[in-house]
Structures are given as structure tokens and as C-alpha cells.
């Protein structure tokens, strides 16, 4: 299989603190998530994935502790996770209704990969824990931009199970451990608008002045 981005270089090797790129200006200019319901097949394929996830991991990481790790969810897997997140509904939930199981089953089943995001702080007490979590953030966005440099559509989304007890057991998560975000990867099917964005009057300021 051709590689889609270049090999690491050695550890030590002396590297260029910039590169200038076109290419890489207009992604980040009009990079664009996918619509949650219009990630269809195909998605990468395990070495694709592996690819787009080595790539993922290459961001600041003070220390390098490596405070993140993923969690891949494909083919019969999704529907299998889906299962327990179904059972996790029907257990907690008051009056809880068939559409609520079935919502809660098709979850994984939204795009032909999903990858959840795991942050997994060290806290030792030299590098807060708040500034490893954020590098898991950053995680989650250059997982996005790498998917969408290869030709895949994706959507970063938490929702419900990011957030429950159960679901952290089921995925095998320590007490310190969190989801940062479930990673939807696939092909769009339609072509998502653009949407309104900040605007940089507002949330700029130049301390001083």
C-alpha cells in the first residue's frame, strides 16, 4: 500500500520549524466537518486508519507522555458496542421507549469508523493535568484534518456516553481516564454548508491597549 504522508524521520534529526504550504493554508482555511447523519461508506481501512492515527498523535505533548490513546471501532464491532450502549439506556433510563433503544444502538453504526479519543492524563504533579487534556483535544483535531488530507469525511462528537459511568467501563477506561471525543470517519454525502464562525472582533484583545 502507498503511504499517504511521509515517514517520521529519526528521533534527533534536525527539522524545519516551518513549512510554508498553499495546500495547507486552504485546508485549515476550509476544513469542514461532516454532517453526523451523511458519513457513509467507505471509510479508511485498518492500515489507512492506522496512517491517519499515526499522524494524529503528532502534537504538542509536553513531556512526551503521550496523554491520550485510541480505541477503534469497526465492522461488527460498532453494532456490538451499539448493543451495550442500547442495554446501558434501557437500564438508567426512566420510561425509557423502544426509539431510545434503537437510538442508542445506532450510534456506533453512523459512519464505517469510529475512534474514540481517549484522554489519559499522567498526573504526577509536573505536567498538569489540564494541559494534558488539551493536548487530547488537540488529538482529536489533527485526527480530523489527517482524515480529511486523505479523503475522508469525519465528525468529532461526545454526546451522552462520553459523559457516562457505564460506558467508561465498557470501554475499559481508568478512574483518571476521560473520552475526549468519538471520531466519525467516513465519505460525505452531501457537501456540508458553511456555517456561521467567530468573528475575530469579538474574541481578540491586545492586552495593553
Known sequence: ????????????TPMLPV??????RQLLALRRSAGKQFIG????????????LTIAA????????????FIVFEGEARAKFGKQLARIVGETKKDVESKDLIEA????????????VISSPVDD???PVWEQELSAGAVCYNLLL????????????SEWPAFDAQVANVLG????????????LGTSKVNPPERARADIGHIVTRWGE
Open 125 to 127: 504533579g509536573r505536567t
Open 58 to 69: 503528532r502534537v504538542p505533548d509536553h513531556r512526551k507522555l503521550s496523554p491520550w490513546r
Open 19 to 24: 513549512r510554508p504550504s498553499a495546500e495547507a
Open 146 to 157: 489527517a482524515a480529511n488530507a486523505s479523503g475522508f469525511a469525519g465528525s468529532w462528537l
Open 173 to 184: 477506561l481508568t478512574g483518571s481516564e476521560r473520552v475526549a471525543g468519538f471520531i466519525y
Open 41 to 52: 461508506e467507505p471509510g479508511p481501512s485498518p492500515e489507512e486508519l492506522d496512517e491517519i
Open 105 to 116: 444502538a445506532g450510534l456506533p453504526l453512523r459512519a464505517p469508523v469510529m475512534v474514540a
Open 1 to 12: 500500500m502507498t503511504k499517504t504522508f511521509p515517514p517520521a524521520p529519526p528521533v534527533g
